[in-house]
Structures are given as structure tokens and as C-alpha cells.
């Protein structure tokens, strides 16, 4: 069974340019996770979503964060424009439903740094 | 809020030491507990979890045990292995989905 699918791995951009990131989570996995984690912390979580739903985007900074699950499957979250403080991993992670019982899969990330 | 703290890093130890890293935790509300395991470059990984008070988690041989009386939930390994050298990560669930994590510690494994 594939894992969850995350692109690009790597991806350096000047601040203030716009920057995408991409999520395929485990196939059957209704509920999709983007979480940021820097330098020597946990992940904290960005936005949740059931479905094509946004459950909890409440630590989503909308002023220049973004993201879309638009048929329930593959999500992308954007940051226009991105700061010097962004340079962080990006962590997509799946599971079967939104409980909180059950076990959550972790993409590989994606380490973006900010100039 | 719902808080996770774990022991500080980074941890060395030398191959087939015992290893405990410690995990406390403050959540409303009766969380499912957690342990994550990053190796370098990869994403997290589940090691193993318990849902409720009592409850032992246990995988590859590390175990954990949910004690609610102290709001614990510290990793355990009675024979530590260089493969084993990576970063931990405590967390707690909640209903709906919402999850809480500790800032990790790492551990490095010696031969």
C-alpha cells in the first residue's frame, strides 16, 4: 500500500515569491492533516480536513496560508508570500477518520527555506 | 490548552542500555496517547499507542504505559540497538481529531 505522498521534498524560493505544496494521502483516508514543524520542535498542526470539509483551520495564518482539498482527495496548501519565517518542514498526514483514536500516517515533508 | 512535555535531548546511550524517555501530559478531556518515531528524512511514524488509562502500548520492543493518576506516558526499552537512534515524539488525541505533540528528544544509539 502506497504511504502518504508529499511534493516537492525540497524547495528553496526568495521571500515574498509564492510557494506550493502537494498532498496524496493513503487511498480510503477521509481526513487529511497539514502540519508545520521547525528546527527541533513538533509538528503543530496548520489545518484538518474531513472530506473536502475544513474541519479546524483555526492556527491557519489567512493572511498568507492558504489550502484546498477540492474532491476529498490530493490537498494543496500555498503560502503567497512567503516570509523568512516560513523556512520550516511542511507535514501532510492521513487517517481513516477524524476521531482521535486512530493512528495518523506521515508524508515524508517538505523542507522549504525562505531567502 | 492541551499540553504535551517530554524529557529534553538529545539522549545518548550506548547499544543494549535501557532506555526511558519521559512524557507528560495536560489535556481536558481523556486523550489516546502516542509515540511517534522520525528517523532522519523521513516523515513520522507511528511506534505505538494506548487509548485509555492502564492501557500498555507496545512495538519492536518498546512499551509505554497510559498512567492517568500521574498523566504519564513514558517510553521504555530494556535493550537499545544503533537502528534505534532517531527522534521520539509523545502525543495525545483528543475527540475530533485534534492532536497535541512534544518537541521530541533524540536519541543516539552508540555501537
Known amino acids: 500500500e502506497a504511504g502518504v505522498v508529499q511534493s516537492p521534498r525540497y524547495k528553496i524560493i526568495e521571500k515574498k515569491q509564492p510557494v506550493a505544496f502537494w498532498c496524496n494521502p493513503i487511498?480510503?483516508?477521509?481526513?487529511l492533516y497539514w502540519y508545520l514543524q521547525n528546527l527541533g520542535q513538533g509538528p503543530e498542526l496548520l489545518i484538518r480536513y474531513e472530506n473536502e470539509e475544513a474541519v479546524d483551520d483555526s492556527q491557519l495564518p489567512k493572511d498568507r496560508f492558504s489550502a484546498e482539498r477540492l474532491k476529498g482527495v490530493d490537498s494543496t496548501l500555498k503560502i503567497q508570500p512567503a516570509e523568512l519565517g516560513d523556512s520550516a518542514v511542511y507535514l501532510c498526514?492521513?487517517?481513516?477518520?477524524?476521531?482521535?483514536?486512530?493512528?495518523?500516517?506521515f508524508g515524508p515533508g517538505t523542507r522549504l527555506l525562505v531567502l | 490548552g492541551d499540553s504535551v512535555t517530554q524529557m529534553e535531548g538529545p539522549v545518548t546511550l550506548s547499544e543494549e542500555a535501557f532506555l526511558t524517555i519521559n512524557c507528560t501530559y495536560t489535556a481536558t478531556g481523556y486523550p489516546s496517547l502516542f509515540w511517534y518515531v522520525q528517523y532522519p528524512g523521513e516523515g513520522l511514524q507511528l511506534l505505538l499507542k494506548a487509548t485509555k488509562a492502564d492501557d500498555k502500548g507496545s512495538n519492536k520492543g518498546f512499551e509505554a504505559t497510559y498512567r492517568k493518576e500521574t498523566t504519564s506516558f513514558h517510553l521504555e526499552k530494556g535493550s537499545v540497538q544503533v537502528s534505534d537512534s532517531a527522534v521520539y515524539f509523545c502525543a495525545l488525541s483528543l475527540n475530533a481529531g485534534k492532536s497535541t505533540f512534544g518537541d521530541g528528544t533524540t536519541l543516539t544509539v552508540k555501537p
Open positions: 498526514a492521513s487517517s481513516f477518520s477524524g476521531s482521535g483514536q486512530e493512528t495518523q500516517y
Open positions: 487511498s480510503g483516508h477521509n481526513t
